[in-house]
């Protein structure tokens, strides 16, 4: 199939520039397409929430996103490369931002992320935690529960009603930034395949997730290429073993 690009990347268009799609461990970031200039093959982007740089090693590199054709659900990519980063790009009311040039190679093609999986947390895989927010620490489980995790971010469960107190954990608003301590568990090994911090940001609360538990959204905002990289393993590991064990069951 044939897809027209001036029809799919075109700006305010929501995107994820993903790296080494063909291997095992992707890593997915996702941005928005701010300009196209479809005669030069190049496509202007927000610089992701975790950034991009020169230094960023990669193999491959493509642009993707999602589209419905023909009642189906798809995701379409472009090879591309990085031409320019640029600090102060202009928005409308004279606001900068920082964005990304790439250019791209044509043929479009349907692609497939698995770094997009979102892993829940139950049996052999589990995640520990540490939140600093206001100098208190709260930690799993006695103060909240990781539901799912994902490259990009992560959902907790807070306990609403706790021996007649509002937790303080559930006063948290949307925008709120923290520092997020994880001990990434598998049952099957002694120990923790991956030890350390990273920084959140709160972006969406469901305060009617249960009659007696919150639900909150994060963002991962800044994590190394080191820790970015074990994260990504964890999560693309489990996911085999998931899958496995849905195919066993079918």
Known sequence: ???????????????????????DF???????????????????????SIPVTPDTPFEQLHLTTLVYINQRRLRIGVCCRPIQFISNFPMAGGLAVEAIVVHYQ???????IRSAFRLPLTGRYAVKAKIVYNKQEYRTPSDFKIKDLSFSGLSLVILERKKKRTPPLSSLKIGTEMILGLALVDRDQPGAIGTFP?????????????????????????????????????????????????????
């Open 1 to 23: 199939m044939d897809f027209d690009v001036k029809k799919i990347f075109f700006p305010s268009v929501g995107v994820d520039l993903v790296f080494n799609i063909n291997t």
């Open 26 to 48: 992707p890593i997915s970031k996702s941005s928005i397409i701010y300009d196209a200039d479809f005669k030069k093959q190049a496509i202007t982007i927000a610089q992701p």
């Open 106 to 112: 044509l043929p479009a093609i349907e692609t497939n």
């Open 198 to 250: 990273i920084k959140i940001q709160v972006v969406r609360i469901n305060m009617n997730y249960s009659e007696t538990h919150t639900l909150i959204g994060l963002k991962i905002t800044s994590i190394t290429p080191k820790n970015e990289e074990i994260l990504n393993r964890f999560i693309h590991t489990a996911q085999i073993e998931e899958l496995k064990r849905i195919s066993k069951k079918g």
